[in-house]
C-alpha cells in the first residue's frame, strides 16, 4: 500500500529556514507527481508546492512564490520542500501527497501523518 512518511518539522524563529522530506513507498515513485500541502490551524488543507514525476514542471501557491522549493530525488523515493523566510503565517501541519500531473497537479487521496512547523518567536 502507498506509505508517506514526513519529517523535518520543527519550531523555528521568523525568518528562519526549513527543510521537510518525504519517503514514499508501496509504488512506483519515479512514474507519480507529488506534492505539499498545509493545513493551518482553523483553514482549509491548501496545495503548497507540487512537481511532476521529471522534475521539469512545478508549481506553487501564491503566498509561498520565491520562498519555498519543491524538489524530488527518485532515486531515494524523496520529495523536499525546501522553505525559506519563514513567517508566522507558514505555521500549519505539511503533509505530502502524491498524485497526476494533467494540464495541472491533481492529487490522490493518499496522505501522510503530516509534520508540524511551527514559525514564532
Known amino acids: ?3 508517506l512518511v514526513e519529517s523535518g518539522g520543527a519550531l523555528v524563529q521568523p525568518g528562519g ?25 482553523g483553514k482549509e488543507r491548501e496545495l503548497v508546492a507540487a512537481i511532476n514525476s521529471a522534475s521539469s514542471k512545478t508549481n506553487y501557491a501564491d503566498s509561498v512564490k520565491g520562498r519555498f522549493t519543491i524538489s524530488r530525488d527518485n532515486a531515494k523515493n524523496t520529495v523536499y520542500l525546501q522553505i525559506n523566510t ?9 503533509y505530502c501527497n502524491v498524485g497526476g500531473w494533467y494540464s495541472d497537479y491533481v492529487g490522490y487521496d493518499f496522505w501522510g501523518q503530516g509534520t ?6
Not at 19 to 41: E, H, I, K, N, Q
Not at 86 to 94: Q, R
Not at 116 to 121: A, F, L
Open 1 to 3: 500500500q502507498v506509505v
Open 86 to 94: 519563514l513567517k508566522p503565517a507558514d505555521t500549519a501541519v505539511y
Open 17 to 41: 529556514s526549513l527543510r521537510l522530506s518525504c519517503v514514499a513507498s508501496g509504488f512506483t515513485f519515479s512514474d507519480y507527481s507529488m506534492a505539499w500541502y498545509r493545513r493551518a490551524p
Open 116 to 121: 508540524q512547523v511551527t514559525v514564532s518567536s
